[in-house]
């Protein structure tokens, strides 16, 4: 049910209360050139006499607590709902989500640091973030035996939620936790999908070099009975079918976002630039990874198809190793490069259409089991913006998506996602361009507006998340800019459907940081209706985060 920001904040006083309850348990613990009037504009800064040096009260004064956030309230317009129906990204904001630690279940499928969550969530919600974002990790819930699953905390989690009135965009995390940029913490795949593996090392991603990934499930043998008897597409499918049937009381109304993992990090792209054990490093531009045999057997069967035989054989080996740059191998450099001839055409074209048509397969299965539940479904794509300034665009080739100087790789993706009805959930869209190394052409804020450019050709919902952990007013403005998706003359009132903030932590809730959070989620909910300057909503931000600065440090402290 949508609520009013004045009701939401009204709550407050409530939920606060409730939270100091739960607290006493004794549980144990890119950026586009973008037309932004709003976000450029300035005003004269009035300095509020005597706030700057008050010391914060040892606890909220329940009726001052009600009363700021009722203030606070009061200048926010009533929000849309975040509903399938709803047109969001039409000039009504953008509602922001947190991701949520990725150990937020433990290994014993319990609520990790339950007391911080709980205080977390209060003071989320107090800030008028929308929801959270959740992993459900298929390592966790069906560990042990094929079709036997334990939801265990993710009961607690998603109840803890709803009765702080949060939304919840739940991952289907069908990949391994651990070997990625900020992975804390280290989740394997199911053990009996580990078993099989083990007894066919072909069931993982591989590289010319025989090294095996075990990220994520090759999807070579998406439609092959390897996993005792199932399909991979079946077991994520009888998964998400288990989600359901486990948590249809909440769907569309707590749970509103299905976002199905599609690759390792849960993203749309093969594991082309592997951190684990000191494989990739940034800005190489990773490696091609179709050399298992069932890759190796469709690639063969391309081949002959295209009435060449002799380049079934096997994948590119003149296209260097994972920390190469263009110009270092024979096949991405500028010049006379393989990735412009005929063979190159073939092979990107065969390798990219595989990546297509694995998350093709996979949203079939998942709009017929979501169909109804009133939740959206969402995939995240990558967002590879080192040596994008290059012809090749090699690290996005090697990823799967075929994007180069001469070809739009986003745009078919996103038709594909259309058809589906699926969300296009984008990363890095808190990058400028001059913020990279400039020696590796990196353009995040040129490749965001490529993909709300593709993303409006296709008519497909667009969403955003930040690629690293940013607290500053630079990475909040470049949030903002991009979100309004002003990349040409007619955007008109079109809006990211929704923005994702990495991540629930004890830095989000430090002082100086949570107040910058606190005015960064007012003017994602302003959008492009915003009539103020950034001072002024800061200002007006200030007496709230003050008021319930003793709430935010008890969950500081307990995230610790």
């Given at each position: 049910?949508?609520?009013?920001?004045?009701?939401?904040?009204?709550?407050?006083?409530?939920?606060?209360?409730?939270?100091?309850?739960?607290?006493?348990?004794?549980?144990?613990?890119?950026?586009?050139?973008?037309?932004?009037?709003?976000?450029?504009?300035?005003?004269?800064?009035?300095?509020?006499?005597?706030?700057?040096?008050?010391?914060?009260?040892?606890?909220?004064?329940?009726?001052?607590?009600?009363?700021?956030?009722?203030?606070?309230?009061?200048?926010?317009?009533?929000?849309?709902?975040?509903?399938?129906?709803?047109?969001?990204?039409?000039?009504?904001?953008?509602?922001?989500?947190?991701?949520?630690?990725?150990?937020?279940?433990?290994?014993?499928?319990?609520?990790?640091?339950?007391?911080?969550?709980?205080?977390?969530?209060?003071?989320?919600?107090?800030?008028?973030?929308?929801?959270?974002?959740?992993?459900?990790?298929?390592?966790?819930?069906?560990?042990?035996?094929?079709?036997?699953?334990?939801?265990?905390?993710?009961?607690?989690?998603?109840?803890?939620?709803?009765?702080?009135?949060?939304?919840?965009?739940?991952?289907?995390?069908?990949?391994?936790?651990?070997?990625?940029?900020?992975?804390?913490?280290?989740?394997?795949?199911?053990?009996?999908?580990?078993?099989?593996?083990?007894?066919?090392?072909?069931?993982?991603?591989?590289?010319?070099?025989?090294?095996?990934?075990?990220?994520?499930?090759?999807?070579?043998?998406?439609?092959?009975?390897?996993?005792?008897?199932?399909?991979?597409?079946?077991?994520?499918?009888?998964?998400?079918?288990?989600?359901?049937?486990?948590?249809?009381?909440?769907?569309?109304?707590t749970i509103v976002e299905i976002q199905v993992g599609m690759g390792p990090a849960g993203e749309l792209r093969y594991p082309s630039y592997p951190e684990q054990n000191g494989t990739w490093k940034f800005p190489g531009i990773g490696a091609f990874q179709c050399f298992d045999k069932y890759m190796l057997k469709s690639l063969k069967a391309a081949a002959e198809a295209q009435g060449k035989p002799e380049w079934g054989s096997t994948g590119p080996t003149d296209a260097g190793n994972y920390n190469n740059w263009p110009e270092d191998t024979q096949f991405f450099r500028k010049e006379g490069g393989g990735w412009n001839g005929p063979y190159g055409e073939f092979f990107l074209t065969w390798y990219s259409q595989m990546l297509l048509e694995h998350g093709d397969r996979i949203l079939t299965s998942a709009k017929s089991i979501l169909d109804n539940t009133g939740v959206k479904i969402s995939v995240k794509i990558a967002g590879i913006h080192w040596h994008y300034g290059s012809r090749s665009h090699a690290p996005e080739l090697t990823a799967g998506y075929y994007n180069t100087r001469f070809r739009d790789g986003y745009l078919p993706i996103a038709q594909m996602l259309a058809r589906h009805g699926a969300v296009f959930n984008f990363t890095c869209i808190e990058m400028r361009d001059h913020e990279q190394p400039q020696d590796a052409l990196c353009a995040p804020e040129k490749l965001v507006k490529q993909v709300a450019l593709a993303t409006q050709k296709a008519q497909v919902p667009l969403a955003g998340e930040n690629a690293l952990p940013r607290y500053d007013d630079y990475a909040h403005e470049q949030i903002i800019r991009a979100s309004q998706l002003n990349v040409d003359g007619g955007s008109g009132d079109r809006e990211m459907c929704a923005f994702t903030y990495l991540r629930m932590n004890p830095h989000l809730f430090e002082a100086n940081n949570w107040r910058k959070f606190v005015a960064f989620v007012k003017k994602m909910k302003e959008g492009k209706r915003a009539n103020k300057c950034w001072e002024e909503m800061e200002r007006e931000a200030e007496h709230f985060v003050h008021v319930t600065q003793p709430l935010v440090q008890e969950a500081a402290v307990l995230m610790h």
């Open positions: 049910m949508a609520l009013s920001m004045t009701n939401q904040m009204g709550s407050l006083a409530s939920a606060a209360a409730a939270m100091d309850s739960s607290l006493n348990t004794g549980d144990s613990p890119a950026a586009v050139v973008l037309k932004t009037p709003a976000v450029g504009m300035k005003c004269k800064a009035v300095r509020t006499e005597g706030v700057e040096g008050l010391s914060p009260p040892s606890s909220p004064c329940r009726s001052d607590l009600s009363a700021a956030c009722q203030a606070f309230a009061t200048e926010v317009a009533e929000e849309k709902e975040y509903g399938v129906g709803a047109k969001k990204g039409e000039g009504s904001g953008v509602p922001v989500f947190v991701m949520m630690p990725l150990d937020s279940v433990s290994a014993g499928n319990t609520v990790n640091r339950k007391k911080a969550m709980n205080a977390a969530m209060a003071a989320l919600k107090s800030a008028g973030v929308e929801g959270v974002m959740m992993d459900v990790w298929w390592g966790l819930v069906e560990r042990e035996k094929p079709g036997e699953y334990n939801w265990g905390g993710y009961v607690e989690l998603m109840e803890m939620a709803k009765k702080h009135g949060l939304k919840v965009q739940a991952v289907m995390s069908f990949h391994q936790c651990g070997g990625n940029v900020g992975d804390s913490c280290n989740i394997p795949l199911p053990k009996w999908v580990v078993e099989e593996i083990n007894n066919d090392a072909d069931l993982a991603y591989t590289d010319q070099w025989g090294r095996r990934n075990y990220e994520y499930l090759s999807l070579g043998c998406d439609t092959l009975p390897v996993l005792k008897g199932r399909t991979p597409v079946q077991c994520y499918a009888d998964f998400m079918r288990a989600f359901r049937d486990t948590f249809k009381h909440l769907l569309g109304d």
